[in-house]
């Protein structure tokens, strides 16, 4: 995979005429188009990188609709799986950043849940960062249940990542929080 991810920074020149190799180089356009929205989104300008994101993604959903039209799933088994692998790599990096910038910035919950059950989709074997990505929607929308279970799974591929140790026991310390109100008011203290 780090091969594939090297040639779609790279300006490695593109095989021109087939509908495979235009879905390549829509996949490298969806790749750049990260890292424009990232540079957008360092420079503090959030709107910008969720542009930047949105078209990268359209771009990449254009690229695998162009293999699938190609048939290459039939003729190529090896290329078929590799261009999946960048594909899902590529969407999964760009629905999280949307997920990040509609979560941090643009302060849309269900946006950013929608984007972070979008990265889990694409990308199923790296999701550590994409669980986190929903789990932190899922608090932002007051689901501290949901978000808990996603942490915990996230913690199984990630088991020594602090942050998610953190989020999950500040997590775990809002639902006893709630429970512990929940039982008052039913006792009238």
């Keep these: 995979m780090e091969d594939i991810l090297q040639w779609l920074d790279s300006s ?15 996949l490298r356009r969806a790749w750049q188009g990260r890292a424009n929205g990232n540079e957008a989104l360092a420079a503090g300008c959030p ?4 542009a930047a994101y949105s078209t990268a993604v359209a ?3 254009r690229a695998v609709r162009f293999m699938h039209i190609d048939g290459l799933e039939d003729e190529d088994s090896f290329e078929s799986e590799r261009f999946r692998q960048a594909s ?15 979560e941090r910035d643009l302060g849309d919950m269900p946006a950013a849940l929608h984007h972070a059950e979008a990265a889990l989709a694409a990308e199923p074997a790296s999701s ?3 669980l986190f990505r929903r789990a932190k929607a899922c608090l932002g929308l007051g689901r501290q249940a949901e978000a808990a279970e996603d942490l915990r799974r996230a913690l199984t591929l990630a088991p020594g990542c602090k942050e998610l140790q ?16 929940a039982s008052a008011d039913r006792s009238g203290e």
């Design 12 to 26: 490695s020149p593109l095989e021109h005429g087939s509908t495979a190799a235009e879905a390549w180089s829509l």
């Design 59 to 61: 771009a990449a959903e």
């Design 128 to 130: 550590a960062k994409s």
């Design 88 to 102: 899902g790599t590529v969407l999964g990096a760009l629905q999280r950043n949307l997920s990040l910038v509609c």
């Design 47 to 50: 709107e910008e990188a969720h």
């Design 166 to 181: 953190a989020l999950l026991q500040s997590c775990e310390e809002q639902a006893v929080s709630k429970c512990n109100e």
